[in-house]
């Protein structure tokens, strides 16, 4: 069996009804198969490489799936190619070719599709919105898998808790590469914020290599260090609530505060320095961690800091210098002087 898509990113839904697929099929095997970028219909956002990879993860545990790289590395763009490779590779195999009831109406469409029907057949998965047509079903001879009972999309899993629904090993995995930080990003956050935060996330790596602490750990904490940023009033004192954050200076500070929480609630990242350090940028407290403090220095003293009036007072450049050297120091000096800007 052949299942075609984008896997971008793979989640729940996915699973289930490959489990199903093969379940009702009974089939050998099935076959992910990810689209390649330049051929699918929306951008794709992650790379090719990480999506095979991805797909790998998950995959490990579940014998009766395997990922094929054909339409990635063959650059194909047509179901009627792809069908024809397993139909060489397997020559005395039954294939059946998996898609959603949101294909179902667009297969008339299919380039060769009279070839394709001679060498494969279509079972189809009811989608949320998208009803099946009974009427295609006769035409190409369908088998109908019911419907799945997840509402999923991987085009909706940004900006929402739906993000969770990724297996559980792949969301690790993502985050571990950071595959879709910038993805994230542009979801909650302009453009001037998002390249703010990746200049923060580039300078937190900066300081913490120089004090022999894990790069990559800190370019995350300061890549979303503004994750909430933009969100609306309302939506933050809201959220903010739901984190237990209930005694606040002013309501423009909470954007720490619930970055942390949307990061671990939403997006599943569950690194305890990485959310110390976004939730405590805005109001330190008496007790920092290292990271804790490259993470409000590197806020503070990125490279385009110096163009900001607020900034005039001190020598970012030798601050930086200075917070390769001793951290605490540094940390303390900028400190003293954004809270004497504070009381003015």
Known sequence: MIFGGAFDPLHQAHIYIAKRAVQAIKAQKLYFVPTAKAFFKSPIKASNQARLAMLRVALKALPQMAVSNFDIKAQNGFSFNTVQHFKQRFPNAELYFLIG?????????????????????FVCYERFGYPIDEQLVQQFNVRLLGKCPLDLASSEMFGSHKFRQIPAKVLHYIHQHNIYLKTILQTLLDEPRMQHCLRVGQLAKTLAVANKLDGKTAY???????????????????????????????????????????????????????????????????????????????????PMRVHEEWAKGIDITALVKLAKKDLKLAYQITLKYVRSLQKN
Request: net charge positive; aromatic share 10%; glycine share 4%.
């Open 101 to 121: 009831s949101d294909k179902l109406s667009e297969l008339a469409k299919w380039h060769n599709i009279e070839q394709l029907q001679k060498l494969c057949r």
């Open 220 to 302: 995350t904490a300061g890549a979303y260090h503004d994750l909430a940023k933009q969100l609306p009033q309302a939506q933050l004192e809201k959220l903010a609530k739901v984190a237990g954050v209930n005694d606040y200076p002013s309501w423009k500070v909470l954007h720490s505060y619930v970055g942390a929480y949307i990061l671990k609630h939403w997006y599943g990242l569950n690194n305890s320095a990485v959310f110390s350090a976004i939730w405590n940028h805005t109001v330190p407290p008496q007790k920092m961690s290292q990271l804790d403090m490259i993470i409000y220095l590197a806020d503070k003293l990125e």
